[in-house]
């Protein structure tokens, strides 16, 4: 039996991470010490094919204030002339379909993911008092991601030495646009720098 409640506590976990909303991931240049840079600038967005969803006004509001905020709060000053280290983002939105699974076998009303071809990454489903059962793909559906990149630039090497990207599943693009902030902080959790401590 606990071993039984053990292996329900791994597919909880599991599925609970499989639903995060948004991933992040990062790079930098190893061994540079970005304490060094104490004034910033900002470069022109780079073109992408998300104009429909990013190219406006409170989009482009939402991600400066908030990464203007975080760096400052890591001890950066906002400068229009020779700053030390520029920044600049991108957003990018695209297609990709992705697998819908339905069962191998009926039985019971409901598990994790429903037995009634939701979508389960995790490939099975099980309920109390019905055992398991495996899934198979029946269908593909179309999702849309949107990606906002950061990027910092050395201004006197022209070189990238920062890189961190933000991705979720983008279904309403005003709901995207209010959860740019979000995405912006969590982003600048991946820059070298933490916030300062009040």
Known sequence: MKKLLFFV???????VSSCSSQKYHTT????????QYKTYGWLPPVDS???DYFNNDIAKGNILSTANKEL???GLTYSKENPDILFRYITIVNNKSRLVYGNAWGGGAWGWGGPWGWYRP?????????????????AKEKIRYGHIILEAVDRKSNGV???ARGTGEVDIPEKAINDLPKIVSGIMKEYPLQPNKK
Do not use: T
């Not at 506590?9 to 599925?15: G, K, R």
């Not at 995790?122 to 029946?138: A, D, E, I, L």
């Open 161 to 163: 030495i920062w890189q």
């Open 122 to 138: 995790w490939g099975f489903y099980g309920g109390w008092g019905m055992g398991m059962g495996y899934s198979y793909p029946v």
């Open 72 to 74: 400052e709060s890591r």
């Open 9 to 15: 506590s791994c597919l909880a976990l599991i599925a």
């Open 49 to 51: 094919l998300s104009k």
């Open 28 to 35: 930098r240049v190893q061994n540079l010490d970005f304490s």
